[in-house]
């Protein structure tokens, strides 16, 4: 592969920019300057920018911590957006694979691969989605009962699918939900008379939030890991 096009795929930019960083004698090959766009980069070589080096990446799969109080968007006018937490080129190739609220904390995954993420996202998949929920009034006993039979929403016409739920403490519960209706989580405790206060998502299919990542931190997925969301 021509220099300038390897320039333009692992840095996404344009061939115009990959020649002017050709040029300004910033860019090797194997620690070697090379100041031509023609130079062709084989197998096993090294390319770096200013030391950086510069991978061909296929598809990209990431798992977040996401912490409260950015938004699962590219642009927002009033809060910050998960990508300022992101150091990756081409940031905007990238889009979530189930979003989280502003106020929601946890398991946010992040991806460029569109078939990938439309198997966690289709409701026809029925990707199971675990979540922590703090509510503002105790657990009532109808709860359980209502949840796994499903629960006529405001303003939808079917009920959502038959849910799981395990009770933490009198407030606390886990909640492992089949589909991704809007505010599913807190629209469902509304019905029920209570109000979610605290939502934090543990689990998506069999991805489980890695515990070493702090708020705002984040990883590759493992080929595991990966490959899991097409096993269903």
Known sequence: MRLDKYLCDG???????????????DV??????????????KDGQSVEWQERPILLRGPRYL???????????????????????IDEVRYEDLHFAGRLDVDTTGLLLIT???????????PKHKCDKTYRVWLADPVQ??????????????????PTLPAQMEVVDEKEVLLTIHEGKYHQV???????????????????????????????????????????????
């Open 11 to 25: 840095l996404g930019i344009s061939r115009k920019d990959a020649t002017k960083l050709i040029k300004s004698g």
């Open 28 to 41: 090797t090959i194997d620690d070697i300057v090379v100041k031509s766009g023609s130079v062709k980069v």
């Open 63 to 85: 798992m977040m911590n996401k912490p409260e109080g950015v938004v699962c968007s590219h642009e927002d006018g009033f809060n910050h957006t998960v990508f300022v937490l």
């Open 112 to 122: 460029d691969d569109g078939q990938w993420s439309h198997r966690i996202t289709s």
């Open 141 to 158: 006993e109808h709860y359980q009962q209502q949840i796994s039979e499903g629960i006529l929403l405001r303003n939808e016409r079917e």
């Open 186 to 232: 807190k629209r469902m405790f509304a019905a029920l008379g209570n109000k979610v206060v605290g939502l934090h998502r543990e689990r998506i299919g069999a991805i489980e939030l890695d515990d070493t990542l702090e708020l705002g931190e984040y990883r590759d997925l493992t080929q595991l890991e990966i490959d899991s969301i097409f096993k269903k």
